[in-house]
């Protein structure tokens, strides 16, 4: 391993760090917190509004600053996401995903930082990577077929 | 009616700042989008030969508690979802995700940020369906 390497992999675990403390500190963390942002019609708490707002904040400019980046401070390619079409898995995919948030109020970035603290958590990162796994069998499948 | 008892802009705005600063640190140092749900995927699949940083990634996430608890105790949250509840939300979300590429990090933040299409599309469905859910769940 070189040292360009070697700091990128450390760089990605501090970014999982920082991560993981912005989620605590927005109490996005908070499923009842989650499911109150979620109860639009009923007694709405509009907070977690405020972490896409927070996020995208300072998302915005510095992501297109980036933009004409091709190289990463350690000179590693950037992998810019490519897909533009809007299909049918997009949007199934993203209603299957919204019915599940709303069900427990966990999504995947909360439940692994409360992994070690909440057997529910837990309880829900297992049966994520089982939703995880089942995907990679039905892509599988689809693949094979055509 | 918009309950104001527990509004919280100014934290939920600030936790937002970190997050994104978060997005754009993975960005310039490994060329990825920050992206849970992807992260979490791309383990899964045999052909992907770039594991190392996805998995300091996770550790850096899970370990997060622990060094927010230096300075001062985890607030204190209540889940009152039933077992099976958990389990049937988390293959939905772990399924959706990947069909859909994207959760609320990689569409809602790192997406948005880059003002793409696909994920404001996917923001809004996901977001739309957590309403929908939650107004259904009022009946049970």
């Known amino acids: ?146 | 009616m918009v309950d104001l008892t527990e509004f919280t802009p100014f934290s939920s705005f600030v936790g937002g700042i970190i997050i994104g600063l978060a997005a754009v640190l993975l960005l310039l140092t490994n060329g990825r989008i920050a992206g849970i749900s992807g992260i979490i995927g791309g383990l899964l699949q045999k052909k992907s030969n770039d594991q190392v940083w996805r998995i300091v990634f996770i550790l850096g996430l899970v370990l997060s508690p622990f060094l927010y608890t230096i300075f001062q105790p985890l607030p204190p949250l209540s889940i009152q979802t039933p077992t099976p509840i958990i389990i049937i939300a988390g293959v939905l979300v772990g399924f959706g995700t990947r069909l859909g590429s994207g959760c609320t990090s990689g569409h809602g933040i790192c997406g948005l940020s880059r003002l793409s299409g696909r994920s404001f599309i996917a923001t809004f469905v996901f977001m739309l369906a957590g309403f929908i859910t939650v107004y259904i769940k009022h009946f049970f």
């Open chain 1, 1 to 146: 391993m070189n040292t360009a390497h070697f700091m990128a992999l450390l760089f990605s675990f501090i970014s999982g760090l920082i991560f993981g403390l912005g989620l605590i500190v927005s109490a996005m963390i908070n499923p009842q917190k989650v499911i109150s942002f979620l109860d639009l019609f009923g007694k709405w708490d509009p907070s977690l509004a405020f972490v896409m707002l927070g996020a995208i904040f300072v998302g915005l400019p510095l992501f297109t600053l980036s933009k004409k980046k091709s190289r990463t401070w350690f000179n590693q390619p950037i992998f810019w996401p490519s897909l533009t079409k809007v299909d049918t898995k997009l949007i199934a995919g993203s209603a299957l995903f919204g019915i599940g948030w709303g069900l427990a109020g966990f999504c995947p970035g909360p439940a692994l930082v409360l992994v070690t603290q909440y057997k529910e958590a837990l309880l829900f990162t297992v049966s994520l990577l089982m939703g995880m796994a089942l995907f990679e069998l039905y892509d599988h499948h689809l693949s094979r077929k055509k």
